[in-house]
């Protein structure tokens, strides 16, 4: 499991690229490690989103703070991903859509996958 944190600014969606972009050779190596021990299914990408004012998915209070745990399937991510310039380097990126469509709370990912 690759893990990403970020604090959502005021103005900002929970799906905003500023936070969703990863290092494209960390999200490769997940997904080939994916496939040598489980075959599939199994490699995610956790992003801890400390919340705004704006909603969104898988919120929960921790410390006087609201954050968002979401999951996408790191296989799933891989397919999508982009490079976010070449400026960036091996930064990836997906868009605010497919992040919306992947992201899943991490209770709902953990019942899924029978993890509970």
Excluded at 44 to 51: C, E, M, Q, S
Excluded at 86 to 91: C, G, Q, R, T, V
Excluded at 103 to 112: D, F, G, S, Y
Aim: proline share 2%; glycine share 10%; aromatic share 12%.
């Amino acid at each position: 499991m690759l893990v990403r944190g970020g604090k959502i600014q005021r103005r900002e969606r929970w799906t905003s690229t500023t936070h969703t972009w990863l290092k494209g050779d960390r999200v490769l190596r997940l997904t080939e490690w994916e496939r040598a021990q489980f075959g599939r299914g199994r490699g995610a990408i956790l992003f801890v989103l400390r919340a705004n004012q704006c909603g969104g998915p898988g919120r929960f209070h921790f410390r006087g703070s609201d954050y968002h745990l979401l999951v996408t399937s790191a296989e799933e991510y891989a397919a999508r991903m982009r490079q976010r310039s070449i400026a960036w380097d091996n930064k990836v990126q997906i868009s605010a859509a497919e992040f919306e469509d992947l992201a899943t709370p991490l209770a709902e990912w953990v019942e899924r996958y029978g993890y509970a």
